[in-house]
Nanobody
Framework: QVALVESGGGLVQPGGSLRLSCTASGRRFSDYRMAWFRQAPGKDRELVIAISRNGDYTNYGEFVRGRFTISRDDAKNMVYLQMNSLKPEDTAVYFC?????????????????WGQGTQVTVSS
């Protein structure tokens, strides 16, 4: 089992950048593939971007369009979401997610463990 805690959310102006962090504790972090999801008010939760265990493969929602990147630091048990060129429609609660996987290079969209979320608001 793994526990996830997000940080780094806040208010940012349109066109700005924000970096979210997710700290994991529990089982060996490198055993998990990781992802960021988001949920806006009145909308379903959606995948933002995901990364494989070995960090070589990613998967992302169409709205990302080169604006967001994900990275992981297994030595620190951390995963990051770098968001650039933010838009008002990116306003949402952002969640870190994890799933144990035997495959090193698989990304997937199904996750078992979730953080509490961090609010990102893009507004002038």
């Amino acid at each position: 089992q793994v526990a996830l805690v997000e940080s780094g959310g806040g208010l940012v102006q349109p066109g700005g950048s924000l970096r979210l962090s997710c700290t994991a504790s529990g089982r060996r972090f490198s055993d998990y593939r990781m992802a960021w999801f988001r949920q806006a008010p009145g909308k379903d939760r959606e995948l933002v971007i995901a990364i494989s265990r070995n960090g070589d493969y990613t998967n992302y929602g169409e709205f990302v369009r080169g604006r967001f990147t994900i990275s992981r630091d297994d030595a620190k048990n951390m995963v990051y979401l770098q968001m650039n060129s933010l838009k008002p429609e990116d306003t949402a609660v952002y969640f870190c997610a994890a799933r144990f996987d035997s495959l090193y290079d698989y990304v997937g969209s199904d996750y078992d463990y979730w953080g509490q979320g961090t609010q990102v608001t893009v507004s002038s």
